[in-house]
């Protein structure tokens, strides 16, 4: 399995977070790549900064040569998702897609944790956006803090985001939590063993919703744009 991860901002800090969850979750066999799209935003939170990023995740992968058997797209407003799918043949899915998929696997209800408040909007709307309104029992958002390079939002406001789940498994009666945020990438193994309810990581739920997918399906790598390399 070839797999693409493209980060819909352009921090190349975020962009690393990303790569080192897929490459913890990469298998024997497996090839991950993970790129960032070329002139995004650093991060993505108002609807301009979404649409901004969903020009340069498309503009980024019409640069892309060779070929892969799947696309991840590595924001939670799973930014540009129709426009890539548009662009290429092969499978394609956003961590927030992913993530609420394995949510609903795991129990009815589930909580999103984040790490600011500006994000809670945008959360709310691809959760109900893919159907789990019903399922979305609380959403905690990191209230107070600042940062500066986004990529280190993880390790400065890992104290609170602990904080935030365990409240949440404690009174919320959920299921599993959302760690929502590309740049909250791979930290749900770290905080898991003080959390009694599974954490979920997008970008290893994309990658485990694609092997699946990949393997009910011909297992026949296509290139990245089939339009552009007939």
Known sequence: MKLLIINPNSSA????????????????????????????????????DAQAAEAAVTRTLAAQQGQVDGIILASFGDTGLDAV??????PVVGI???AYAMASVLGPRMA???????MAEALR????????????AAMHMVTGETWGDPGEIQETLAPQLLALCQHSAQVDGVSSIVL???PLAGLAARLQEAVPV?????TTAAI?????????????AAPILPALHA
């Open 13 to 48: 800090t975020v962009t690393a977070r990303i790569d080192a969850a897929a490459q913890a979750a990469r298998q024997a066999g497996e090839d991950i790549r993970t790129i960032c799209a070329t002139g995004a935003p650093d991060l993505i939170v108002t609807p301009a």
């Open 180 to 182: 929502g945020g590309g």
């Open 125 to 136: 709307k691809t959760a109900l956006g893919y159907g789990h309104g019903d399922r979305l």
């Open 96 to 98: 927030a897609q992913a």
């Open 85 to 90: 799918r548009a662009q290429t043949s092969v």
């Open 208 to 220: 485990a919703t694609l092997r699946v997918a990949l393997g009910a399906a011909p297992k026949t």
């Open 198 to 202: 599974p954490l979920i990581d997008g």
């Open 112 to 118: 999103i944790v984040s790490f600011a408040p500006v």
